[in-house]
């Protein structure tokens, strides 16, 4: 964690917070349960109760969606197939659109927030990101809502730290915005050394962890 940078985390009018899929299916219960993942939700309501921006992705698949194994013969959850775009990751079937597992945390509260963006709905693409899909060049339309808006900095919390919150960060750097994942309010489900692969991959991007604390 980055120690001692509150003076950069005065959260101001062109700080923008983005909440990532704090929704049933990725907490204690749900199909994809990421270990503690509803621990997130008293540290996300105090935090964004500083932003006046505030936008929350939530996953939203169709039945059958291509990241499901149900959707492969002869797979299971977590095999790696190798699908048009590159490596892809089989999961349990999960935030099916307008299910409850799809639904946000109920302890979420977030009143003021100014959009939901939905991804993940193209059956034969997953998203991660809340900027781009998996094949990279799919653009969601967040960037284009953060640029007309006029926010610089992006803080982001939530479900997963190592995949959904990992790609998003990474891409809102590389689109030129800085970088601020707020690590105490997300959880990690670490596959396959994925946390570490995300840590090395913050640390290169210039990318900072900070603590909910240190932002004021
Ligand atoms: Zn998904």
Known sequence: MTADIAEDTT????????????????????????????EVVPTINRLAARFLHVVLTQDWHPRGHF???????????????????????????????????ADFHRGLQ???????????????????????????????????????????????????????VRYSAEDARREGFAVFVVEDACRSIDLGGSVAATRASFSALGV???SALQTA
Request: hydrophobic share 40%; aromatic share 10%; charged share 20%.
């Open 208 to 210: 900072a962890c900070v």
């Open 11 to 38: 959260i101001d009018g062109n700080d923008v917070l983005i909440v990532v899929d704090v929704q049933n299916d990725f907490c204690p219960g749900g199909a994809l349960a990421v270990p503690r993942g509803d």
């Open 110 to 164: 977030i009143p003021h927030a100014a959009l939901i963006l939905r991804k993940g709905m193209d059956r034969a693409i997953d998203s991660y990101s809340a900027f781009y899909e998996n094949d990279r060049t799919t653009p969601t339309g967040l960037l284009g809502y953060l640029r007309e808006r006029g926010l610089t900095r992006v803080f982001l919390a939530g479900l997963a730290f190592d995949f959904c």
């Open 67 to 101: 990241s499901f194994a149900s959707t492969h013969a002869g797979t299971k959850p977590f095999d790696v197939i190798d699908a048009p775009y590159g490596p892809q990751v089989l999961w349990p079937d999960h935030c099916v659109q307008a299910t409850p597992g």
